[in-house]
């Protein structure tokens, strides 16, 4: 009956990390032992101050539809943190709350892309930017980094991405999944070249910026330049441990906030009125309150590299923030191990799921096929365990 489905349905890729995370859940269902290192999930509690300004608001006899754009409060607290941690200065009207930060990207997309529209994407990014752009019916253009390059464009590069249907970028830092950080003036260079081409704009991903190991992450929205170009999303999944909670977030101009504020209003409505109370919690405190999870993030981080990093045919980076490694492993194409083909990393990806029965995610789906995404939002003991299956498979 496929053909009874609509071609934007159609065209449209199965997210790679959810589709790995599936394939996990019913190997364990039958058994298995896996270690999922697949999904990009905080393996934290959310902290204990955001569960009891819920459990208020519950109380409060919060269970009425919310504004489609959020509380004035949350709003509020909002722009509070976009002064306090990126030194942006938004007023509400330039401010929308959504379901997860997934949908304020898909909101941007779907209010400024048009068919035939061109949307750059260095590589590697998030899965399902490429499928969000599909949706709008434009089309997604890479632009190709390697893990010599850290993993991240040059204004070059930028430069001769563009053509006059270029509409868009997608910039994402620290980033999913290599984990590098753009510097200020790495920023402020592709900044550079994006100013000779003023019908360009700007979609900042900033959700992991507080999973950072020293380099503090910069808003390209503080680019002076670029401030009525670009568009932030952030959210509470990833640093405050909330990914079931489904909040994200946009600050950007009144005109698209308010044509983001139009579709959500005839897709969602208002995002979850519980847990919009306890973002406000969350955003109104101090970072030092979920420092404990940052730092046991980078102890892993630490530790993954270096067990890796003893794995012949494994050539690693060092990432700055988020928590994922992304190690090329195209040492291993063109080898045959234990009766399985490796040509590619999803042979690889498929090669440790069959053998060490751990799951992790091909980085042809992130736009850089020579790698894979291994996520260390895991225990200690699960990921020595892991990369000592990993060992003992390539063995």
């Known amino acids: 009956m ?3 489905l609509s071609n934007r ?14 394939k996990a859940r ?3 269902a039958e058994g298995k032992d896996i270690i999922s290192l697949s999904l990009g999930e905080p393996d934290f509690n959310t902290p204990d ?3 009891e300004a819920a459990i208020q608001a519950v109380n409060d006899n919060y269970s009425s539809y919310s504004p489609v754009d959020g509380y004035a409060d949350l709003k509020d607290a909002i722009i509070t943190k976009f002064k306090r941690d990126n030194g942006l200065d938004y007023k509400p009207s330039q401010i929308v709350v959504s379901t997860g930060a997934k949908q304020s990207i898909a909101n941007i997309a779907m209010v400024l892309l048009n068919p035939g529209d061109e949307v750059l994407l260095p590589a590697p990014y998030w899965v399902s930017y490429s499928a969000i752009a599909i949706l709008g019916e434009a089309t997604p253009v890479e632009i190709p980094s390697s893990i010599d390059t850290d993993f991240k464009i040059t204004p070059a590069q930028l430069e001769a991405a ?12 620290p980033n999913n999944p290599s984990g590098v950080i753009y510097s200020e003036a790495e920023y402020r260079a592709l900044a550079k070249v994006l100013e000779k081409h003023p019908n360009i704009y700007v979609l900042s991903d900033e959700i992991y ?9 910069f808003s390209f929205a503080a680019i002076e330049s670029m401030y009525d170009r670009t568009i932030t999303v952030n959210g509470v999944a990833k640093a405050f441990a909330m990914t079931g909670w489904r909040i994200g977030y946009i600050g950007g101009p009144e005109w698209i906030a308010r044509a983001c504020n139009k579709l959500q209003g005839q897709i969602t409505s208002g995002a979850n009125c519980i847990a919009q109370r306890a973002t406000i919690a969350a955003l ?10 940052v730092d046991e993030f980078h102890k892993r981080r630490d530790m993954i590299l270096d067990l890796l990093g003893k794995i012949d045919g494994f050539k690693l980076n060092i990432p700055g923030g988020a928590f994922y490694v992304f190690p090329d492993i195209s040492a291993f194409f063109g080898k045959e191990i234990k009766g399985h083909k490796i040509n590619c990393a999803s042979d690889f990806s498929l090669f440790l799921l069959a053998e060490a029965n751990i799951a992790t995610v091909s980085g042809e789906s992130f736009g850089s096929p020579n790698c894979i995404r291994i996520s260390y939002a895991a225990s200690e003991a ?11 498979a390539l063995a």
């Open 382 to 392: 699960q990921l020595r365990e892991a990369v000592s299956r990993i060992e003992k």
């Open 2 to 4: 496929k053909d009874q």
């Open 209 to 217: 910026e507080h999973i950072n190991y020293g380099q503090k992450a």
């Open 9 to 22: 349905i159609n065209s449209l890729p199965v997210s790679a990390t959810l589709a790995m995370a599936a």
């Open 49 to 51: 101050f955001i569960k």
């Open 284 to 293: 109104e405190a101090p970072i030092s309150k979920i420092k404990y999870m």
């Open 162 to 173: 563009i053509t006059p249907k270029t509409k868009m970028i997608f910039f994402n830092s």
């Open 26 to 28: 019913e190997l364990k």
